[in-house]
Each structure stands twice: as C-alpha cells, then as structure tokens.
C-alpha cells in the first residue's frame, strides 16, 4: 500500500512546483513550504498543473494615464463591444490601466479583447 502523500513527497524531492491553497486561491510556493504545509494540511498541497503559454499580438494599450475627466477605451469580458470610460482616478479606472487593458481607440480594445479572449460567443 502507497502512502496518499508519496506522490507529492517524490515531487518535492524532484524539485517539481508546488501549490498550497491560500486564501482560497492555488498559489505556487517552494518544495520546503509545501513539506511544511503538507504534515499540516495536505488536502492543502499540490503538484503544479502544467501550464500553457500563447503569444499573442494586439495593439499596444496606453502607457500614460488620461488627464482627469479623460476617456479610454476598454472591453470587459463579459461585454460584447468595447466601452466608453472617463477617468477619474477611481479604482476600476487604475485596475483596468495596470491591467493593460485601457486604450487609445475602440478598434484598440477590441482587437485585444479578441487577441486575449477569443472571438465573442
């Protein structure tokens, strides 16, 4: 009989990534904090999924925040078009910005959104 943990115990032995479950979000973490975690927690503990990477172009999003009352473009992924936004220094506007997702024009943020997200279903 095989111990339940073996397999991650191999895998930290391996030097393969682990994730611990932290504030209800999978978050990569080293062999040694998985070990820890997994005598504690190991429901808690897990071999990193393989992960796909896609490169992708589209246009490139603004590098300046808008003055104060200024507007960008943004398509949110639930939205079937790209959105009108005036800035003003909220929250969402600095989110969408860090995101990279605010731009100059609407063909600008729906090109992205496509390049990103794939075509609307």
């Not at 191999?10 to 994730?19: S, V």
């Not at 611990?20 to 999978?26: E, G, K, T």
């Not at 990477?53 to 960008?72: H, I």
Request: glycine fraction near 6%; proline fraction near 7%.
């Amino acid at each position: 009989m095989t111990h339940p943990a073996a397999e991650l115990l191999r895998a930290i032995a391996d030097g393969k990534q682990m994730e611990m479950l932290a504030s209800d979000r999978w978050q990569s973490v080293s062999g040694d904090v998985a070990l820890r975690a997994l005598l504690s927690y190991p429901k808690d503990v897990r071999i990193a999924r393989p992960m796909v990477t896609r490169e992708v172009s589209y246009p490139e999003p603004l590098r300046v925040k808008p003055p104060m009352g200024g507007s960008y473009w943004t398509q949110f992924m639930q939205e079937a078009s790209p959105k009108l936004l005036g800035w003003y220094e909220d929250a969402v506007d600095h989110r969408i910005f860090a995101a990279g997702m605010a731009f100059a024009t609407e063909a600008d943020a729906a090109e992205a959104h496509k390049a990103l997200f794939g075509a609307q279903t």
